[in-house]
C-alpha cells in the first residue's frame, strides 16, 4: 500500500504527544493527521475516507465500525483494547493492535509512589513545613500522621504480567513479602524473587496491602466491592493504577469512611475526567492522581514508536501485536 493512498488519523493524541516528541514516524507511512482531542460528534467526520486509525480513548464499537467501510486498521496506543469491539472488528476484517509493555517501570514506580505517600505522607509534610508548620512547632521532630514501615507486610498484587511482576520487584526491595492472585497463573513465570500464590480471597484477608493490575474484562468488572472490601484488613491499604471500574466507587468511599479499610491510592476512576464527581475524591485518606501514572517522557517515547511500528508492520503485511 503506497503512502499517498493511506489515509492515516490520530483521533486523541495530546495524551502521547503534547509537543514534546516528533510525528515524524507516522508522518513517513502515510497522509498523517493528529488531532489533539475528538468529540463524539467529530470522530466520524474526521474518519471518512481513513483506512488507519490510531486512538487511546475514542471508542469503536461495532456500529461505529460498521459504518466506516474505508477502515481497515485500529491500532489502540495503550496496553488495554477495551474501548475496541474486536469481536466486530474481526467480523469485519479490520486489524486491531495493541502496545504492550511501554509502561511497565513508570506505572510500577508511580503504584510506589501512592504507597509510600499513603504510609509517610510526604508530600502533606513538605506542605505544612512550607506554610510554617515546622518554625511554630516546639519541638525538632513531628508528624502529621503515623508513619507506617512496609518491611515485613505482604503486598498483595491482583494480575501477575509485567507491572504486576515489576511493582513486586520494587515492593521486594523495600523488605516486603509478595503474594500474588492471577486467573491465569500458569502463564506467568518469576524466577528473581520470592512470592506465594494464593487465591484471590485468600489474597484479599491477609494482604496488607492490594494492588490492582488486571485488565478490565467483565470477570474483573466491580473486583472491589462491598463484599471484598469487608474481607480486608482494617489497617490494609488499596492501589489501583490499572482500571477504574475494577473498583465500585461508592463502596470503597463507603469503606473509607467508615474504616472498613486504612486507605487508597488511586491513578484511575470510572469516569475520566470525573466531570460529574467521583466519591472518592473526597473520600478520607484517599489519594487520587491524573490517570498519569504511564505518562513519562521515556514511556511516551517508547509507546509511540511502537504505534509507529505496528502500523509500519500492518502496512507490510506482517501485523503484530495483534488482538484482533
Not at 18 to 32: I, R
Not at 60 to 79: C, H, N
Not at 97 to 121: C, D, F, K, M
Request: net charge neutral; hydrophobic share 45%; with cysteine.
Amino acid at each position: 500500500m503506497s503512502s499517498s493512498r493511506t489515509r492515516i488519523v490520530f483521533l486523541d493524541g495530546y495524551a502521547t504527544n503534547p509537543g514534546d516528541l516528533s510525528w515524524a514516524g507516522l508522518e513517513a507511512l502515510g497522509d498523517f493527521t493528529s488531532y489533539d482531542r475528538s468529540t463524539p460528534d467529530e470522530v466520524m467526520p474526521r474518519m471518512q475516507g481513513v483506512q488507519a486509525v490510531i486512538t487511546n480513548k475514542v471508542p469503536f464499537s461495532r456500529e461505529r465500525q460498521a459504518a466506516l467501510p474505508d477502515l481497515k486498521y485500529i491500532g489502540v496506543a495503550a496496553t488495554g483494547y477495551n474501548i475496541v469491539d474486536v469481536v466486530a472488528a474481526r467480523e469485519l476484517g479490520i486489524t486491531v493492535t495493541n502496545i504492550p509493555s511501554y509502561g511497565t517501570h513508570s506505572v510500577a514506580q508511580h503504584t510506589i509512589a501512592l504507597l509510600l505517600e499513603l504510609t509517610n505522607r510526604v508530600g502533606a509534610h513538605a506542605a505544612d513545613t512550607r506554610a510554617g508548620g515546622w518554625a511554630r512547632n516546639p519541638d525538632w521532630s513531628y508528624s502529621l500522621t503515623p508513619s507506617v514501615e512496609l518491611a515485613g507486610k505482604t503486598l498483595g498484587i491482583i494480575g501477575f504480567g509485567r507491572i504486576g511482576q515489576q511493582t513486586a520487584r520494587i515492593a521486594h526491595a523495600l523488605g516486603m513479602k509478595i503474594a500474588a492472585y492471577d486467573h491465569r497463573p500458569e502463564t506467568k513465570r518469576v524466577d528473581d524473587f520470592p512470592f506465594t500464590w494464593l487465591t484471590l480471597e485468600a489474597l484479599l484477608e491477609t494482604a496488607d496491602v492490594i494492588s490492582l493490575h488486571c485488565p478490565l474484562v467483565e470477570a474483573t468488572r466491580g473486583l472491589i466491592n462491598a463484599t471484598s472490601l469487608k474481607r480486608m484488613k482494617r489497617s490494609a491499604l488499596l492501589l489501583n493504577a490499572s482500571r477504574g471500574p475494577l473498583v465500585v466507587e461508592p463502596d470503597l468511599a463507603e469503606a473509607l469512611e467508615l474504616g472498613i479499610i486504612a486507605g487508597a491510592g488511586l491513578d484511575v476512576l470510572s469516569q475520566e475526567p470525573p466531570v460529574d464527581g467521583s466519591p472518592l475524591l473526597a473520600a478520607r485518606n484517599c489519594i487520587v492522581t491524573p490517570h498519569n501514572a504511564w505518562a513519562s517522557t521515556e514511556a511516551r517515547s517508547r509507546l509511540l514508536q511502537m504505534a509507529v511500528d505496528n502500523l509500519a508492520a500492518w502496512r507490510a503485511g506482517a501485523p503484530q501485536n495483534v488482538v484482533s
